[in-house]
């Protein structure tokens, strides 16, 4: 009897003492901010769990496109990720709501959207086995091309990146007369050197960091979007933590998220800057050019609601923006 307790006492500590590693993928380039919010991140889990945590973070796509990353996840291959909504939104299509062309145009209607929204989700996603640790805004998209757009017919006459796998965004974008080229992520630059695609729908940071501003020189300065961002895990790994270091766990990602999401947002007027200061032409619009873009996008709104993004999701969205 005692040798079978000194056993199992051994067994538990060393079940204890084993170490969770957790393999933590984003499509953010090595040496970004990004990047090193994600190694902060780990140091400061490693400290908090006394080593029991150690994140090891895949850069720059290596592991594939957002929905490698899903897919990867579910049969165990990586445990965690750093993505957009857009990767978010294979999992959960209510993750849609953030894709509505020209709804967002401040923060205070991102707030107000993700505050309502995240219990739902993060309840939704669980169900689904993963845990989303955190959901923040990430950067405005605009239309960056190498052709002047300053209308939507000028979009029209473009070749543009749209994400491979998602046949629902390219058969809609079909319908409302456009030519969208799916691609992976990470082929964007190459499509661009090619000449496969003309334009790209992304954020300044991304444009600068890229470098894809070099050959796409047009910026048109219009808010069509807002990027959202989270941190998902497999709810079996986040569970395989001891609970006691799940709040200071959380706790401290979202300090580093939030002095994150506010340089992100000095970091997109600066990103601008540098690449006007080498070449880009940012193209302004006025506000009877803008009416024809809101009427060209309410005129396809139609076909997002109920197809891509969940009509209750979708009226949500409209509402509390509204509202």
């Known amino acids: 009897m005692k040798k079978i307790i000194f056993i199992l006492i051994i067994l538990t500590s060393t079940a204890v003492a ?11 380039p090595q040496g970004t901010d990004i990047h090193a919010m994600l190694l902060e ?9 006394k080593g029991k945590v150690r994140l090891k973070i895949y850069p720059g796509g290596v592991i594939g496109d957002e929905r490698d990353m899903v897919r990867k996840i579910r049969i165990g291959q990586i445990h965690a990720a750093a993505m957009t909504s857009e990767g978010l939104s294979e999992i959960l299509p209510e993750f849609s709501g953030f894709f509505i ?12 959207v993700k505050n309502s929204l995240f219990p739902e989700l993060k309840l939704k996603m669980n169900n689904n086995g993963f845990e989303l640790l955190s959901l923040n805004d990430f950067g405005w998209v605009h239309w960056f091309s190498t052709e002047v757009i300053k209308t939507p017919n000028d979009l029209k006459k473009q070749e543009f990146f749209t994400w491979a796998g998602d046949f629902r965004w390219e058969e809609i974008w079909k319908k409302a007369g456009y030519s969208p080229v799916p691609l992976a992520s990470t082929d964007i630059l190459t499509g661009l050197q090619t000449g496969l695609i003309n334009a790209i729908p992304t954020m300044p940071i991304y444009a600068l960091t890229q470098q894809s501003f070099g050959i796409a020189k047009n910026m048109l300065d219009l808010k069509w979007g807002v990027v959202m961002a989270g941190i998902i895990f497999d709810s079996k790994v986040w569970n395989r ?9 959380k706790s401290v990602l979202d300090d580093i998220l939030e002095r994150n999401q506010n340089l992100n947002r000095e ?7 540098i690449m006007v200061e080498n070449g880009l032409i940012v193209h302004s619009l006025t506000e009877k050019e803008k009416d024809v873009w809101a009427e060209e996008v309410s005129e396809f709104q139609p076909l997002l609601k109920g197809n891509v993004i969940p009509e209750e999701i979708y009226n949500k969205v ?6």
């Open 18 to 28: 084993r170490k969770v590693i957790v393999k933590m993928a984003t499509l953010a």
């Open 41 to 49: 991140l780990g140091q400061e889990w490693k400290n908090i769990t």
């Open 101 to 112: 062309p020209l709804v967002f145009q401040n923060y205070k209607d991102i707030e107000k």
């Open 241 to 249: 933590i001891p609970v006691k270091y799940h709040e200071e766990m």
């Open 267 to 273: 970091s997109e007027k600066k990103s601008i800057k």
């Open 318 to 323: 409209i509402n509390l923006i509204k509202n």
